[in-house]
Structures are given as structure tokens and as C-alpha cells.
């Protein structure tokens, strides 16, 4: 019976049904850090933390954007989900779109090598998880995720004058 129980522990561990995730971030907001490169308004705030007790309040306006230019944390080519957890203080749904700039364009145009990502945030509370890897340039030609040089968060026309509360911005693997 014992050795029956440890065929299937061991089954189960090599399928990864005991497999953790490890979440990285890309951005520290636990530990008081703001997105880099930024264009819009931002702030390290208290007001809707979520668990963590602290978020970055960024008021977006006009083509403002959030970000980071040359992050630390270059090679997402292993991660599968990029997780982002804000706050909507609005009564409508505000659209936003994450763009990923590898570093090789591949001899491509910067828009048509880049990756541009619509999500969407409802109000209130917000979990938006986007699969990395089904990231591919906006040219259709496969992403490479082995080395991202920026990536950003911009607002578009519609929703130029939002604000949102990050809670966090992570990758998991």
C-alpha cells in the first residue's frame, strides 16, 4: 500500500499538481516603488491597497502612460501570466492596453515588432490576467520573450482621463 502511495505522490509531483507558482514583480508596489517611466500622474497611496494596504494611484491623462524602460527583469520567455491587480474608482469600464517592446524588432518597425495587449478594468476591485506567452507582435510574427527592453501601460481615447490604483503588476512562472 505504501509503495502504491508513493507511485502516485510521485506522479502527482511530476505532473506539477503540487507545483508552485512564483510570482515575481515587475513593478515593487508592496515595497513602496512607482513605475519607472512614467508620463502620467503618479503616487504611492493607502487608498484601495487591496491586500497589501498600498497602491500606486496613477492619473492618466491625455496620452500619458506607466511603465518601466529598461526593466530589471528582462526574460519573460519562461513566465505564464502576466498579473495585474488594481482598482477601478469609476463607474464605467475604463480599456487600457499593456505594450511589450522586445529588444530585436527583427528589422521591423517598432509598432509592427512590439506587442500590444487590450484589457480591460470594471469598476471596483480587478484581477486581469494576460497569457504571456500568447503575446505576438502586432505584425502577427511570433514575440521573442527573451529579452524585453520596455513595457507600458497607456490609456488610449477613451479613457484619457482615468484613474486607477495599482495594487500590483506581476509575473508568474
Known sequence: MKKGLAIVAA????????AQERIVPLVKIQGGE???DATA???????????SNVSVKVDFSGDSSIGA???KLKNWKDAKTLQIKAFNPAQDIKEFVLVVVP?????RKRYEGRSDNKFILKPGDNTVKLDVQGFTSNDGQLFDLSDIVQFYICAGEKNKDAQI?????????
Open 11 to 18: 506522479l502527482m509531483v511530476g505532473t506539477g499538481i503540487f
Open 103 to 107: 529588444k530585436d524588432l527583427k528589422g
Open 34 to 36: 512607482n513605475f519607472s
Open 69 to 71: 524602460y529598461n526593466p
Open 165 to 173: 490604483f495599482f495594487q500590483s503588476f506581476d509575473l508568474i512562472f
Open 41 to 51: 500622474k503618479q503616487a504611492l497611496s493607502e487608498e484601495h491597497g487591496g491586500a
